[in-house]
């Protein structure tokens, strides 16, 4: 074969080769995709899990933080009962913080969450938990975090209006 055929076809083998390498390239792009998509929707699913979980915490734990809120005496056990449900409040904002940095939480979704916050923060016990808490037990930079959103949405008892 003539060296020139040869070239052309060695050519014509590259293009292909490359046209091959862009396609599979495309590919994974909507692969990767699908895949951030997919995670970003497990996460949300377990988030209103965990949330639908620890709200849900039944009469009980909801007539404990009234009694806490008017002032009125508790047991030892109330109390227990609702400082650890102030702890896991407190980790489920922080876990939704975290996917909030790590991208599988739109963070809009979270602006709405911490509103909840607010109102949690509201009940004097609740505040108290955070203010004993948040230094030794969660993430430095998220303790900063709530603590600016706090100082520029102080906790409420009203009704909220999320920000578009």
Known sequence: MDAAITSQLGNIGEFV??????????????????????ARAATLQEIQRDMRELLGGGLDRASI?????????????????HGQW???????FETQWFHVRSGTLDGRLYAGYLQHLRLALSNPFVESQWRS????????????????????????TQPLHVPD
């Open 17 to 38: 080769g490359s046209i091959g390498v862009v396609i599979s390239l495309m590919f994974l792009v909507v692969q990767v995709r699908s895949g951030i998509k997919t």
């Open 65 to 81: 933080a009234v009694k806490l809120r008017q002032g009125t005496a508790v047991s030892d056990e109330e109390r227990l009962i």
């Open 86 to 92: 102030s702890l896991m409040l407190f980790r489920a």
């Open 133 to 156: 808490l948040k230094a030794p037990m969660f993430h430095p930079e998220f303790v900063a975090d709530i603590d600016e959103f706090l100082r520029a949405n102080p906790p409420t």
